[in-house]
């Protein structure tokens, strides 16, 4: 059961953001590597500010993977730990907890930095953007956001058990 500084809502809004991204990266992942095509919505002729909706050119480029991984599997692996990193603050120690929290800040700040990278090449390198990446990006940066409120608001109950002496 989980410990009373978390409660079932926070943990929720917790891995909300994980889930989100889990359900993005899956799709794509079963849908390119399993089914040998491209998710749905993906080619959807709309125009963003001189950029397309076009998964296909993002998915498909040469800067869709790392070595022989592809970012979706990365970014499905990434959401997992931000999982394990939560149930961890919800049922270890406070001083285990407390560290964690910090680690999850420090893991969820390199994954806006990542974003800012793959934004950067979305909008400028390959002027097309993916529907499935999107919704990855948007739940790293709230991720990022409600891990920030719970380490700097003097209003987050979480802050407030954990870090208190």
């Given at each position: 059961m989980l410990k009373s500084r978390v409660s079932a809502r926070d943990f929720v809004i917790l891995i909300a953001m994980s889930i989100v991204g889990i359900i993005s990266s899956t799709i794509v992942i079963i849908e390119l590597n399993i089914v040998h095509s491209l998710p749905p919505y993906?080619?959807?002729?709309?125009?963003?500010?001189?950029?397309?909706?076009?998964?296909?050119?993002?998915?498909?480029s040469p800067y869709a993977s790392i070595g022989p991984f592809s970012l979706d599997f990365l970014a499905a692996i990434w959401f997992i730990i931000n999982i394990i990193f939560v149930v961890s603050i919800a049922m270890t120690?406070?001083?285990?907890?407390?560290?964690?929290?910090?680690?999850?800040?420090?893991?969820?700040?390199?994954?806006?930095?990542?974003?800012?990278?793959?934004?950067?090449?979305?909008?400028?390198?390959?002027?097309?953007?993916?529907?499935?990446?999107?919704?990855?990006?948007?739940?790293?940066?709230?991720?990022?956001?409600?891990?920030?409120?719970?380490?700097?608001?003097?209003?987050?109950?979480?802050?407030?058990?954990?870090?208190?002496q």
């Open positions: 993906c080619k959807i002729p709309v125009s963003v500010g001189g950029n397309v909706l076009n998964c296909a050119k993002v998915l498909l120690s406070k001083s285990t907890a407390k560290k964690v929290l910090n680690i999850m800040f420090v893991w969820r700040f390199l994954g806006i930095i990542v974003v800012g990278y793959l934004l950067f090449l979305e909008f400028v390198v390959l002027h097309a953007i993916c529907v499935y990446c999107t919704a990855m990006h948007i739940a790293i940066v709230l991720d990022f956001v409600i891990v920030s409120y719970i380490l700097f608001s003097k209003k987050s109950k979480i802050r407030q058990d954990i870090l208190s």
